[in-house]
């Protein structure tokens, strides 16, 4: 940590950089646009079926990411790290769902506002949780639409506004995406889902709210444009995690931790770049913080992304980008009996493997299926969220090997270490961990995760982090599917088979 004296000086020279940056230009407006749970599902990322003609534009005027992750793939953790710019792990009770986020931990949009800018958010910002100590919502004020928030604007203030859509969260309108023409037979399952119309007409639902968020994000563009300051608004669009899904959305594979990312400030950052290096949505609050002309504190553990964007080129740009960190903590208490835990994990993913580290293997890493003696009662394999999709595979599973194997991959117990060629295997499905021609790339990338997580001061490495396992809980769960009907009657029939 610095001396006083160091950080009294580094404050100063900070001020005096942030005053003359104020009179030299006006700072940048920042409107950050995050959907609930969108995967890595758009044009721009080679989807031929789901339209995001949004993205696809920031991402071609502007500067798209490859391998963006978030720290936890979790609502409540992901949206704390975003704001604190730390990994979830340091964050207390803000690294399990319907935690709580301290006061004394800072968040980049009280820093704004300090500083002078006008801040707000709309729909979902920091949630689901508890404030807590804190006076509001820690993305801001609550504004019932970006409409309001920029009428109630004073003149000639900078904004940073949080547009935390709501979709494409479960539950869905069934049939809703098949309604709108979206065509079933041309949708590229995930290779982790049976291929069934049951849960084609499922991820065409997703697909139905992936669009309407692309097309509400370009609603909110036109705003600006309209008021002349296009030019002066970053624009980010991103997600909190991926799709709610088996073996996506709480787990910490691909599919779960990786999301879109597109970052747009025309006559600033060079447009029309993908960028390879490896990212994380803890570094969007230093980030803001810098592009606003303020000191980064040092408390974050996030890197600015303003390198990479004002690079001018496309690639691999950042020789110490190589890799990322993610992990889980506590999402729902799915256990059974009195076992308050989650499926705490940690992973480091490069662009050749991903190595997983589960604290806890006989833990049940979604959650039980014995929902009549689950932690919270009739929880079902808490940690997925209930639809379609699940119930088809939970109701198949003994249908034959493949089906099998594949509610095993979501749904069964895992070892303590997973680790993933993903070159060869992208899904992300084929653990080579007691595979012995891998044996040294297990130990060199075990010893750098301990590492790395030792120096974030990580619980589950340097102790205490059965804490995690202790916080309140506030939440509920997917409950066993209710009304009956004959297709949840044949699901109880089996349902706590394993």
């Known amino acids: 940590m610095r001396t006083d004296f160091t950080q009294s000086l580094t404050i100063c020279i900070a001020l005096l950089i942030t005053g003359v940056a104020h009179a030299a230009e006006p700072r940048p407006n920042i409107l950050f646009c995050i959907a609930d749970d969108w995967g890595v599902h758009a044009g721009a990322y080679g989807d031929k079926v789901v339209k995001t003609p949004t993205f696809d534009r920031l991402a071609s005027d502007g500067v798209v990411f490859e391998h963006a992750y978030v720290s936890a793939p979790s609502c409540t953790p992901s949206r704390a790290a975003i704001l604190t710019g730390q990994w979830h792990w340091r964050l207390g009770s803000g690294a399990n769902l319907y935690g709580s986020l301290a006061q004394s931990i800072p968040v980049y949009t009280d820093l704004l506002e300090a500083d002078g800018y006008f801040v707000g958010y709309t729909r979902k910002g920091w949630a689901p949780g508890q404030n807590g100590e804190r006076p509001r919502n820690p993305a801001g004020d609550k504004f019932k639409n970006f409409a309001t928030f920029l009428k109630q604007r004073p003149a000639d203030q ?35 889902f049976p291929d069934s119309m049951e849960v084609r007409s499922d991820v065409a639902d997703y697909y139905f709210e992936v669009q309407r968020f692309d097309r509400e994000t370009g609603e909110h563009i036109k705003k600006v444009r309209a008021l002349g300051e296009l030019d002066n608004t970053i624009i980010v669009m991103t997600s909190d995690h991926g799709m709610p899904f088996p073996r996506a959305k709480s787990n910490i594979y691909d599919e779960g931790a990786r999301v879109p990312l597109a970052i747009h400030w025309p006559g600033h950052y060079e ?42 080129e496309g690639g691999w740009i950042d020789p110490t980008r190589t890799h990322v960190l993610f992990g889980k903590e506590r999402h729902v208490p799915s256990q059974v009996g009195a076992d308050s835990g989650g499926y705490p994990c940690r992973a480091i993913r490069n662009d050749d493997f991903l190595l997983i580290h589960n604290f806890e293997p006989d833990r049940w890493p979604v959650g039980t299926r014995d929902y009549k003696n689950a932690h919270i009662k009739n929880s079902w394999l808490g940690d997925t969220d209930n639809g379609p999709t699940k119930s088809e595979m939970v109701k198949n599973e003994k249908q034959d090997a493949e ?15 997973e680790l993933y060629d993903v070159a060869k295997d992208p899904a992300q499905h084929h653990n080579l961990a007691a595979n012995p021609e891998y044996a040294a790339v297990l130990k060199n990338l075990s010893q750098q995760l301990e590492g790395e997580l030792r120096a974030t001061q990580d619980p589950r490495v340097v102790g205490g982090g059965e804490m995690f396992d202790q916080f309140p809980y506030s939440g509920g769960a997917p409950k066993f599917p209710a009304p009956e009907t004959s297709k949840t009657k044949s699901l109880q029939k089996d349902a706590i088979a394993k």
């Open 271 to 312: 447009g029309g770049h993908r960028v390879q290096d490896f990212v994380s949505t803890t570094e969007f609050a230093p980030t803001f913080l810098e592009v606003a002309g303020l000191a980064i504190p040092d408390v974050m553990t996030g890197r600015s992304l303003t390198p990479l964007l004002t690079a001018g």
């Open 403 to 417: 089906h099998q194997r594949l509610y095993d991959l979501s749904f069964g117990k895992r070892p303590e270490f």
């Open 158 to 192: 900078p904004f940073c506004f949080w547009f935390g859509s709501t979709d494409p969260h479960r539950s869905y309108r069934k049939g809703s995406g098949a309604e709108s023409g979206i065509p079933l037979d041309k949708i590229e399952l995930s290779p982790n």
